[in-house]
Structures are given as C-alpha cells and as structure tokens.
C-alpha cells in the first residue's frame, strides 16, 4: 500500500494540483485570460499568479514582495484592469502579510494563545511588521469599500496580535468585543498538544482517540490528506499511562500510510482491539480514484493493511465511511460514502434553489462530472466483506459529506443519514428482510423531513434532549465563496443579515417524522463546519457540541466554535469562555477522556489543503465541572464486540426525584472518531438507581443495580455483573507522573 499511495503523490504533483479555482474564483477568472504573446496587462496577471502561487506553497514573504509590486504597477497604469482586479490584488497582498505574521509568531508551536479568538495577552505577537503591514492594507480596502465585511474581520484579528485590539481598531470598523462574550463560563480548556508532543504539522486530516492496546488509557490517530512522507504520515501515538505519549508510528508497522481527509474505527473482526479504516480521493473528483486502507489492530502494538485480502480495494474518491451493524449479525459492516461530484451547473442550480424563498418545493438537478456509488460492505464474519449497496438500496449518488448510523424509529434496525453537498440529503430507514429474504433501506426523507440543508457536510444521531429518541444533527457549509466566508460570520456575529448555509437540529417526533429547532435552540448561525463532534463536555448529562469551522481560502480564519446544552432546550455559545476559539482551518474533531479523571478532552485537527496551509493538531484539556459521571465499556457477545449500536438508559436519584440519562454506543460525528467506551455525565446525581443495556444482535435488555458514580466498569453481554476498571488519574505534564484516582493497579479489571 506505501508503495501505491507515493505513486499516487507523483502523479499528483505531476498534474500540479491545487486548489485555486474553488479558492478564489475571482482572481481565476483574470489567470484564465493570459495569452500569449504578453502584453503589459498579461505580465502584470503573471506576476499576480506567481505571487498567489507563493502563498499557496507558505511562502508569504515572497508572495508578498510580488505581490505588492503588482500593486505598484496597476495603480500607476490602472487603465488595462477593471477596478476589481485592484481590489483582489490588495486582498492577496494583506492576507500574505497576515500570512507572514501568523507563520513567523507560531514557529516555536507555543504560543497555541495567539491562534484562539480573542487573542489573549500571551498571544501577542513578537515579531510585528506582518500584521502591521496586514492592517495598512485592510484600511486601505475599507477606505474604499466601508462594507467588505471580510477585510474588517482580518483588520480585527490583526489588530489583535498585536494588542491594539479594541482600542486602535477604528470605530467604523470595529467588531464589539461583546459579541464574543460566551452565554455561560465554560471554564478554560487548556491546549496540551506541545507539551505531550502531540502537535503534528500537518494538513487537513481525521483524527481518533481510542484505546488501541487495550491497556485501558486512550490514545491519539491522525491523518493527513496529502501524501508527502514526512507531513502527511499517518500518526500513531501511544499513551504510556504515566503523564507521556509515544509516537509509535514506525514500531505499528505504518510507515508509508499517507492520505485520507478522515479515519473511522471499529473492531470489524470481533478479536477486541479496535481497527481503522481510510478512505481517500476526497473533493478530487475523476482524479481522486485512490484506494482506501483497511488496517487491522493485530493486538500486538502493530497494525497490518489487509484492504485486498478484506476485498475492499474499491476505487473511488471519498472521506466519508462508517460503521454499523445494519443486520444484527454480530459482525460490523461499512458504509463508504463515496463522491459523486456534481456538474458545477448542477451545483449552481442546486444552491440557487434552496436560498430561494419563493419556491416551496425545489425541483433539484441531479447531473454527475464522475460516478461513483456509495457502497455498503456486509461483513462476511471470515475477515472478508461483500458490496450489497445495490441489493439493500444504498448505492445512492451525491457528493457525500458525512453518514451516520441510528435507529430514529427505536424498532431495533440500525437506519443511516447521508449527508450530500449540493443534493437533498437522506435518511434510509432499515426495513430489514423483505418477503424474499432481501435486506432492504427505504428512503424517507420526504416524509421525515429531513432534507436539509442542501449545502451540508457532518452529520450524527444523538439524543440531546433525553427522550429516549435519536434526534438528528447535519452541519452547513456554504462553498459558493470561500474567500469571503469570514464576512457572513461577521454578518452574524454584527447581528446582520446573512446569506450563507447554517447547520440543521432535526427533534425527533417519536412518530417517523422531525421538527427543525436549529433557530429556537440558538443553532442558527453561518457556522462553516466541517469536522464536528459531541460529548458531555460539562458531565451535566446533556451532550454538548464542538464544531471545527473553516475553508480553503487562507481569508476564513474563523474559530472553531463550542456549544453548550443547557438541559436539552437550547444551546450556548461558550466558545471563548472555553478557550477553544481556534482561528485555523477546523477539519476532524475527537472526545475521550485522555487522563482518566472522568471529563471528556477534544483532540482537534487543524490545518488546510495547501502546502502552506499545514498547522499543528491540538489537545484540549478539559478543567472539569464538579459533576458526577460513569465510564462504561461494552463487550458484545453475540452482538459486535465493541458494542456499536447498543443502547444505554441511565436512572439517577436527582434531588428532584429521578432522572433518566441515554447514550448510543458510536464514535459520534462523521468527521472526527471519538472512544467507543461511553463517558456519561450524570450532573449532580446522588447515586445509579440502575444501568439498563440493550444489546444490538438480540434487543435483550440486561439491568444492573449498585453501580457507584465517578467509577468505570465493563460490562459484557449476558454477563453477570459489571466488573470494575481501576485505572490511574494521568498528569498530563508531559513527565512520567500519575495520581491515583480509584484503587487498584493500573489496567486492571475486577468483580
């Protein structure tokens, strides 16, 4: 497979891939009219082009000389160029010195401070000509365009690194520090990734926390998209359980494993050590027919690609995959969403459509530049799968963002959402076997109500409300205008009008149908989301959400954003409370509790899709919140061994009477894999009236009684008694320390 993924990287670079067209289209428009012989014109846009590509490549300061110097020239002979072209050159130009500024600053990979909004005092920025220059061109774009809400959100950032913010920021274009202020105190998550070594520079890539040898402490995968060996190297690091992390990538036998925009994780073969699953090609359409790698956990601290003997050595491009049991035999089975890219009419079509007020019912486009059908691998029980996604109904078309398995209706089938860029989104409900014998999936979006947002990306199943129903969560991500996404955040931070995606909550009706609540429950926002995940951040027993936020262009530096659920009715915005605001290119979001003190921790992928756009990965450590909770590992028997699937309901004694706390067995959001033992927030809890489990494979329900709160069990299927797991508390200092938190030896497991 390492041989076969480094020629797929020559022959990228062969073809000069970039990103520019989607980027920014209005300075293509002007590359796309060079001719030959050159004119004084076309030497100026040569040399604008040459200056982009630098900054593409990180080399801003370069970009910046050149492409000031264009500047110089089209002022002093404006008569060639219509007024826009200026206007996209002095963009270009403040963003490379902004470029420069932020590049120069965070080389050390310490100072995490100054990529978190607001810029803290320990942010601040040392070496300052970059952003001074920054700011001298932004002023000089609103001078003349006072409504280019893009321009004044950098103008404000740059401002920022250098502590002039708010005072020094003019007041016509001053963003209010106010709207930033988050709804409720959080407590501050403290960025640990370059104390543990954890900080890998890379692009933009997937992540996994998971315990991946069984030891009982968590550890950290991550991937990058592209396939130099160095910066893009698939990234394993083992937690010692003693303060400190490994990075075992060349004892696990993955050297050469490059490539792949996300990585999902399950124990396909039932042998108890969680495997891992690449898919890659994603957003390259016809060139992007590149393999994915199935890597089996071989249980030994080493991992071998079995992606032929397994039979999924389909290519197709994609970044969506992910795992369900949908047939309740035990054996884990894959959904692969592969990536049929729409035509860019159909695409342009699509989307006009759905800002359209006047249409109630859009007609959409459906019209494919490449074919590839998504796929569904059933689990043949030997270490193989077989394709059935035409046979079940899910060898759908659509350019697929994100998939997740659940059973919305609660009839014990495992349903799937599909969330498609451009297109209609789905949800296929789980009919199982018809008259025939045939596995069968309806769609049901209509009737459901499910459909949007048209522009889409992340998606999962989650209660957040506490009903005992899944409700669905899919994400927006407007691709119409990268370079100007940062003005539609500003729009809505500044209380204006705005025209981008938002991201849809759907409640479930508990009657096949949903209610969308995205305004009510304070959700409604141009959020830009691609990675995502949730998890009880506050252990108050309400999943909270974390979203990574960010597009191609270098302009969207817009920070990632963290909601809090309060108590299932709505929730609030404690981004900067939280200290998580982070300004980078937002990709794959992870939760697991990586030092055992029972609050859940984000492992965080940044980084972009350009050379120059690599950034380090970031571990937030989770203060905690003074509330109760439980760890609970599942071991199926007759169901999947890992449990996926399975269903928890939770009873605590509350001071009010009792309360009833749900949790579904997953990794959680489809960009990003979280731990699959469950870390359940029960708030202030007096004591477990009782932990009920519903196993996948056979829908018993086992009950158990006198489980302590604050403590971790395994629970095995048809087992008599949950069996308690005393683990060490973990000083996450980077040095070898541990504190112990429950008595015992670490890892060990007793009745």
């Known amino acids: 497979m390492s041989e076969r993924l480094e020629k797929i990287g020559k022959s990228l670079e062969a073809v000069r891939l970039s990103y520019t067209g989607l980027a920014d289209p209005g300075m293509l428009r002007y590359f796309w009219q060079i001719r030959q012989p050159l004119d004084f014109r076309g030497e100026l846009i040569v040399e604008a082009r040459a200056g982009y590509d630098l900054l593409l490549q990180g080399r801003s300061r370069e970009a910046a000389r050149r492409l000031a110097q264009v500047k110089k020239s089209v002022i002093a002979n404006s008569a060639p160029f219509d007024p826009s072209f200026l206007k996209n050159i002095r963009e270009l130009l403040a963003v490379s010195y902004l470029r420069a500024g932020q590049q120069e600053n965070y080389s050390d990979h310490h100072n995490t401070d100054a990529s978190l909004l607001p810029v803290a005092a320990s942010g601040i920025y040392t070496v300052r000509d970059g952003a001074e220059a920054a700011i001298k061109e932004y002023l000089e774009i609103l001078r003349e365009d006072p409504d280019d809400l893009t321009s004044r959100w950098l103008l404000n950032l740059a401002c920022m690194s250098l502590g002039e913010y708010p005072e020094k920021v003019p007041k016509p274009w001053l963003i209010p520090p106010g709207v930033f202020r988050s709804a409720y105190d959080m407590k501050r998550f403290k960025d640990i990734a370059p104390q543990l070594n954890l900080d890998v520079t890379a692009l933009a890539g997937g992540s996994v926390i998971e315990d991946f040898d069984g030891d009982g402490y968590l550890d950290v995968m991550t991937s990058s998209l592209g396939f130099d060996k160095e910066r893009d190297q698939l990234r394993y690091f083992h937690n010692n359980g003693d303060g400190t992390f490994s990075d075992r990538t060349l004892e696990a036998g993955l050297n050469g494993i490059t490539g792949g925009l996300q990585i999902s994780s399950a124990d396909y073969n039932n042998d108890g050590c969680v495997d891992v699953f690449i898919p890659r090609g994603a957003w390259l359409g016809r060139i992007g027919h590149h393999p994915p790698s199935l890597l089996r956990n071989n249980c030994d601290g080493t991992f071998t690609d079995v992606t032929e003997e397994a039979g ?440």
Request: hydrophobic share 35%.
């Open 312 to 751: 999924l050595m389909t290519l197709h491009p994609s970044q969506t995959a992910v795992w369900g049991d949908f047939d309740n035999d035990g054996w884990i089975d894959l959904f692969i969403g592969n990536e049929s890219m729409p035509t860019y009419r159909a695409l342009s079509i699509n989307i006009e459509l759905a800002a359209s007020p006047s249409i109630n019912k859009p007609i959409y486009f459906f019209d494919y530049q490449d074919l590839s059908p998504c796929q569904l691998f059933h689990n043949n029980g030997d270490g193989t799968f077989t394709d059935m996604a035409n046979k079940v109904g899910l060898g759908v078309l659509g350019w697929v963002k994100g998939a997740a398995w659940g059973d919305y209706n609660n009839d014990g089938l495992p349903d799937l959402y599909i969330s498609r860029l451009g297109e209609p989104n789905l949800l296929m409900r789980n009919d199982g076997k018809d008259a025939s014998g045939q596995w069968k999936f309806t769609d049901v979006t209509e009737q459901a109500g499910v459909s949007e947002p048209i522009q889409s990306y992340a998606c999962w199943f989650w209660d957040y409300d506490n009903d005992g129903w899944l409700d669905i969560f899919v994400s927006g991500y407007s691709i119409e205008d990268f370079a100007h996404q940062a003005g539609q955040a500003t729009a809505d931070y500044l209380g204006r009008p705005f025209t981008a995606e938002t991201p849809r909550l759907y409640r479930n009706n508990h009657d096949g149908s949903f209610r969308d609540v995205t305004r009510e429950v304070g959700l409604h926002h141009p959020l830009f989301s691609m990675g995502g995940n949730y998890g009880d951040l506050d252990n108050d027993g309400y999943p909270d959400l974390y979203l990574g936020t960010g597009g191609l262009d270098y302009r969207a530096l817009l920070p990632n954003r963290m909601f809090r659920n309060n108590g299932g009715k709505y929730f609030q915005d404690v981004t900067t409370s939280a200290g998580v605001g982070h300004l980078q290119k937002g990709q794959a979001v992870s939760f697991g509790d990586v030092d055992n003190d029972g609050n859940q921790d984000i492992y965080a992928v940044f980084g972009g899709v350009y050379p120059g756009d690599a950034f380090q990965r970031a571990l937030f450590l989770n203060p905690g919140h003074k509330n109760h909770w439980v760890k609970l590992k599942l071991e199926g028997v007759r169901s999947n061994r890992a449990a996926i699937g399975a269903r928890i309901k939770i009873s605590v004694n509350v001071k009010e009477g009792i309360r009833d706390i749900y949790s579904t067995v997953s990794t959680g959001g489809s960009f990003g894999s979280s731990s699959l033992q469950q870390e359940i927030g029960l708030g202030q809890a007096t004591s477990i009236r009782a932990v009920e489990v519903t196993w996948p494979a056979t829908g018993r329900t086992q009950t158990f009684e006198h489980l302590r709160m604050d403590r971790s069990y395994i629970i095995r299927e048809n087992g008599s008694a949950p069996e308690t797991i005393n683990l060490d508390r973990l000083n996450l200092s980077g040095e070898a320390k541990r504190t112990k938190a429950v008595p015992g030896k670490s890892g060990a497991a007793s009745k």
